[in-house]
T-cell receptor
């Protein structure tokens, strides 16, 4: 079946550094990808919608200058956490929808755990 | 108002018994969809089942079925013959919007523990 990959799966960084997370669709071309954040014992919260070739759409309360999203190709979207701080420590998950399939073809990546020291 | 409500933070069920996980939703969009995902401790989101708002029949996928009651705005997940491997967090989610501008909203989840 379709697979969405994320890299890295784990990252530990110092406060003030930037971290880039990649999300790739391996079996299909994804015109739309989604980025979520999940704090411990909480639900997934949509951060932004990434559309290939255009600017991302950010949810209310998400700082676009803090969380830079680039969807440069039909198989790759990147999320860069700029000047990360301990409060940015979270589980970041991407998803991509296969445009050739139905609504249920929303595939999630395995997630990236970010720890900012 | 919450768009997706899961009222059971945790459930304990005996192995081989059936279990129902509750989910209610709120939307004014006539076209929407409801998902159930399983999230084990590894964190990955595993798709279980999907129900579209216009689907006439309740969705079924193996041991999973979705009890869709449109008038009540509920979309409960039923797991038949539960197994130890079913222990995980379960999230209900609603899709609103059309292709290209859709959005998924998740409930707070239910932690299901299967007891041997």
């Amino acid at each position: 079946g379709a697979v969405v990959s994320q890299h890295p799966s784990w990252v530990i960084c110092k406060s003030g550094t930037s971290v880039k997370i990649e999300c790739r669709s391996l079996d299909f071309q994804a015109t739309t990808m989604f980025w979520y954040r999940q704090f411990p014992k909480q639900s997934l919260m949509l951060m932004a919608t990434s559309n290939e070739g255009s600017k991302a759409t950010y949810e209310q309360g998400v700082e676009k200058d803090k969380f830079l999203i680039n969807h440069a190709s039909l198989t790759l979207s990147t999320l860069t956490v700029t000047s990360a701080h301990p409060e940015d420590s979270s589980f970041y998950i991407c998803s991509a929808r296969d445009p050739s399939g139905g609504w249920e073809t929303q595939y999630f990546g395995p997630g990236t755990r970010l720890l900012v020291l | 108002a919450q768009k997706i409500t899961q009222t059971q933070p945790g459930m304990f069920v005996q192995e081989k018994e059936a279990v129902t996980l509750d989910c209610t939703y709120d939307t004014s969009d006539p076209s929407y969809g409801l998902f159930w995902y399983k999230q084990p401790s590894s964190g990955e989101m595993i798709f279980l089942i999907y129900q579209g708002s216009y689907d006439q029949q309740n969705a079924t996928e193996g041991r999973y079925s979705l009890n869709f009651q449109k008038a009540r705005k509920s979309a409960n997940l039923v797991i038949s013959a539960s197994q130890l491997g079913d222990s995980a967090m379960y999230f209900c989610a609603m899709r609103e919007g059309n292709f290209g501008n859709e959005k998924l909203t998740f409930g707070t989840g239910t932690r299901l523990t299967i007891i041997p």
